[in-house]
């Protein structure tokens, strides 16, 4: 919610897109459409978020596990320019305060991530697997539409969405899911659980 909370931040005095990757929440694309700005999605790792920066001239990138950084500063991971950035926000703003509102503005946000065991040597034969299995629905909810740009992203037509991607630096397959409720997240990673457990 930081990356959320800091482009809205950012937002109110300055224009461009955001960058994120594709396990980063979709309440960054929620705030960005409302300000009329686009959104640039990459596959996990942040030189892909650097290197889509400079493409777009974005404002903002970063990605779900921490990583962020600005337009007009070196394009790598920041943890000073984000400790300024998370104060600067919350001097605005109580940062409790900005998070609730964005979430009432913008619909509620749950997310979740489980790690499967996988040996580095089936991560692509799992996915290639994966790739006959793609369901028609997750939990009830048609799937709209597939994104292949690292692993398998199912977004469903409720708006919730499943992932499911190689770890790039352990022997697993992550599993993320975002969804209106920790309920629904729970639901939609046990179904991922069971979609992939079967192929490693």
């Known amino acids: 919610l930081f990356y959320a909370a800091g482009y809205d931040r950012l937002l ?3 224009s461009g897109p955001a960058v994120r990757t594709v ?3 979709f309440l960054v694309d929620r705030i960005a459409e409302s300000h009329g700005e686009e959104v640039y999605e990459t596959p996990v790792g942040f030189k892909w978020v650097a290197e889509a920066m400079g493409e777009h001239d974005a404002l903002f990138g970063g990605e779900e596990s921490g990583g962020f950084t600005l337009r007009g500063h070196v394009r790598e991971k920041d943890g000073v320019l984000m400790a300024l950035l998370a104060a600067a926000t919350h001097a ?23 790690s499967l065991d996988c040996p580095d040597d089936r991560k692509e034969g799992v996915l290639d697997e994966l790739e006959d299995h793609i369901p028609e629905s997750v939990c009830g909810s048609p799937v709209a539409k ?33 969804a209106d409720s920790d309920g629904a997240v729970d639901d939609l990673l046990a179904e991922g659980r069971e979609l992939v457990e079967p192929l490693i």
């Open 146 to 178: 597939v994104v292949t740009l690292d692993g398998f992203k199912l977004l469903l037509e409720n708006g919730s969405w499943l992932l499911v991607r190689p770890s790039g630096t352990e022997p697993k397959l992550r599993v993320y899911a975002e």
């Open 23 to 25: 396990s980063t929440t």
């Open 92 to 114: 605005a703003e109580p940062f409790d305060e900005r998070v609730d509102r964005l979430l009432d503005e913008h619909g509620r946000i749950a997310a979740g991530k489980v």
């Open 12 to 14: 109110e005095t300055d």
